[in-house]
């Protein structure tokens, strides 16, 4: 069944803001004085070279969202000698009790099992959920890691890369499933093509901080050169 997850934003509609923080990692300083609202509603895809901070921007503002925000990481982290299903299944180990995580482990819940069989379907994994997740090609391996986020059944998808291996066609299909199942995303991307097809708002990082925040309707591809160019 598609669902839409919503967060709870203020008044002003916005769920997550920084108003001139100053985030990086212990002394390593990305943004020395970085301001973003992000609202309900937002699609907003992050672009910028490698190393400018995205994943940077992302930790934190999954931090802020806390169980609002679905995390879909760039490592995909999955558990690599448990089985595709047992993974997805891991989005929601918090919701069951320790006795359901544990006889689950052992035999799956049936309702669990049709609930990710169906999710597995849509994400072109169907045959494969038995499978160990190191007996998957990293496209797979991907793909369960999205099907894990959109199990989590958040409201805000967080998502590092989360098409970085797979083909610009299914790039395509899973962001719209993303996009389908979920009302708010931050999702970073190398692809700009993809960007400015499935988002609505491009934000642009270069050198610690925002040089691009636009509607995607307003930009084109060459617009975006600028975050590409290297000295
Ligand atoms: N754990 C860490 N400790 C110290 N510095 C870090 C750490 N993680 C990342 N950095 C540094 O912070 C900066 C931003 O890294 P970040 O991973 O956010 O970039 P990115 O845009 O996501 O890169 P990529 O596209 O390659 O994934 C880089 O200079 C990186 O070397």
Redesign the pocket.
Known sequence: MLETATAEPDVSGVIAEFDHACL???D?V?FPDLTLHISQGDRIALL?R????????LDALRTRLGDQGAWCP?ANALVPTLSAYHNIYMGRLAHFSRWQNLTNLLRPNRACWQEISGLADMLGLDGLLRRQVDQLSGGQQQRVAIARALYQKRPVFIG??PVASVDPRQGARLLELINTRHQTCVV?L?QRELALAHFDRIIGLDEGRIIIDAPASELTSHDLDVLYVTD
């Open positions: 990086g990692h212990d390593h990305v910028g490698s190393g400018v901070g995205k994943s940077t921007l760039q590092d890369e970073a190398h």
